[in-house]
């Protein structure tokens, strides 16, 4: 079945530093993939989307990448801000985002010093 | 954007009782609905899939009979978990479906914790 992998944290960064959180995934068709973000008390929000290979997903400052030879999603910001401070999920359905339920890898907890 | 609610956010209650879970989509209708089970420093694991009107679809190993889910109205399902155990504490969240002309996306609610003594 459907699979997703990314590094577990806490990753732990200075302000305006650059960040990448892995995202790998294994499916049998062409899905689509997304980031979620899960602030403290709060629900997932999505981040960002993309539906077809080499398609980039971009939202506040924050991009993907979606690599079919390398079955990967990894998620950068050029410069994080302690508001960054969250859980970030990579994610994938088989359909656009709203048919089907999502795979979720565990989630990345991120940790912006000021 | 569109809201979902959960509720309650957190409950404790003793084993072999039944406990409520509900799910709204708050100003938009939700013809689908999903539940999903999160483990500590696990995924979120999908449950089934509510749609209004008919029987939810549960995925491979979740118990039917357990996990109970009623999709009774297009901005309420509701997740019943049937004489609980210590087992079945965990985090459960709910999505919703929003299919209009722009977008085909799910909202996620804030979840809920449960706690079976």
């Known amino acids: 079945g459907d699979s997703v992998t990314q590094m577990e944290g806490p990753v732990t960064l200075s302000e305006e530093a650059f960040l990448t959180i892995n995202c790998t995934y294994t499916?049998?068709?062409?899905?689509?993939l997304f980031w979620y973000v899960q602030y403290p008390g709060e629900g997932l929000q999505l981040l960002l989307k993309?539906?077809?290979?080499?398609d980039k997903g971009s939202n506040k400052g924050f991009e993907a990448t979606y690599r079919k030879e390398t079955t990967s999603f990894h998620l950068e910001k050029g410069s994080v801000q302690v508001s960054d401070s969250a859980v970030y999920f990579c994610a994938l359905s088989d359909s656009g985002g709203g048919a089907d339920g999502l795979t979720f890898g565990k989630g990345t907890h991120l940790i912006i010093q000021p | 954007g569109a809201v979902v609610s959960q509720h309650p956010s957190r409950v404790i209650c003793k084993s072999g009782t039944s406990v409520k879970i509900e799910c709204r989509s708050l100003d938009f209708q939700a013809t689908t609905m999903f539940w999903y089970r999160q483990f500590p420093k696990k995924s979120l694991m999908l449950m089934a899939t509510?749609?209004?009107?008919?029987?939810?679809?549960?995925e491979q190993g979740v118990e039917k009979d357990k996990f109970l889910i009623n999709h009774a109205s297009l901005t309420l399902s509701t997740l019943t978990v049937t004489s609980a155990h210590p087992e079945d504490s965990s985090f459960y969240i709910c999505s919703a479906r929003y299919y209009g002309r722009l977008a085909d996306t799910q909202y996620f609610g804030p979840g809920t914790r449960l706690t079976v003594l």
């Open positions: 499916a049998t068709g062409y899905p689509s």
């Open positions: 509510s749609n209004e009107g008919s029987k939810a679809t549960y």
């Open positions: 993309a539906t077809k290979a080499d």
